[in-house]
């Protein structure tokens, strides 16, 4: 049987690495350290999903200053991520078991996808098949990303699965014509991310099987 798939589009924090639970608490903390307390769960809700020059312009405004991004929050981050960060569990099975062609479109920089992808011992599995929000002119929840990587990688929208773990991705995903499944698995639980037409699952064992079926 033919896959109804050409392309696998992959999210990479939260989907591919477990980065999304480490940059969480950190910017939680930084930004009550800044002068902008805000909850784990609130730093989801505004950011999870989100580039992180859009993060970058909404702390600017709040707290009324500019910030230094890389000094104030990837530096750190990026410290934590070489002693803590791994892949999220299960997924380089389910990518050995994925025969489609992938990709991975991400609201990262070229060089933090590299880096955080490099870390976990994944990144030569997407060799030439990174895309960021930097190579768009807007970022998710705007479809442009996914509309990139497909349009670079020449297969049609409705011949691609996207594979998210954010409300913003998912609805890029969407708003791209593409198919959605949605990793419940991370920091945005299964009720945020159910919307219709979107598959809800919460092992990544579980992906190849549904990209097979569904």
Request: include cysteine; glycine fraction near 8%; aromatic fraction near 8%.
């Amino acid at each position: 049987m033919m896959s109804r798939y050409d392309l696998v589009i992959f999210d990479c924090d939260g989907v591919l690495v477990d980065s999304e639970r480490l940059a969480v608490v950190m910017e939680s903390r930084i930004l009550t350290e800044i002068g902008w307390p805000l909850s784990e769960v609130e730093v989801i809700q505004r950011f999870v999903g989100r580039s992180s020059a859009y993060m970058k312009g909404q702390i600017e405004d709040e707290i009324g200053r500019s910030i230094d991004w890389w000094t104030e929050f990837e530096e750190p981050f990026r410290i934590i991520c070489e002693s803590e960060l791994t892949p999220i569990d299960g997924v380089k099975d389910a990518l050995d078991a994925i025969a489609t062609p992938t990709c991975v479109a991400s609201s990262s920089s070229h060089s933090s996808l590299e880096f955080k992808l490099g870390l976990t011992g994944l990144l030569e599995r997407f060799h030439g098949r990174l895309f960021s929000s930097n190579d768009v002119e807007h970022a998710k929840p705007a479809p442009d990303v996914f509309l990139f990587a497909a349009s670079q990688l020449d297969v049609v929208p409705d011949r691609c699965a996207v594979i998210e773990d954010s409300v913003n991705g998912v609805l890029a995903g969407l708003a791209a014509g593409m198919t959605v499944f949605a990793f419940a698995g991370g920091v945005t639980g299964a009720s945020e991310l159910t919307q219709d037409g979107v598959t809800v699952f919460r092992e990544m064992r579980e992906l190849p099987g549904l990209l097979a079926t569904l």
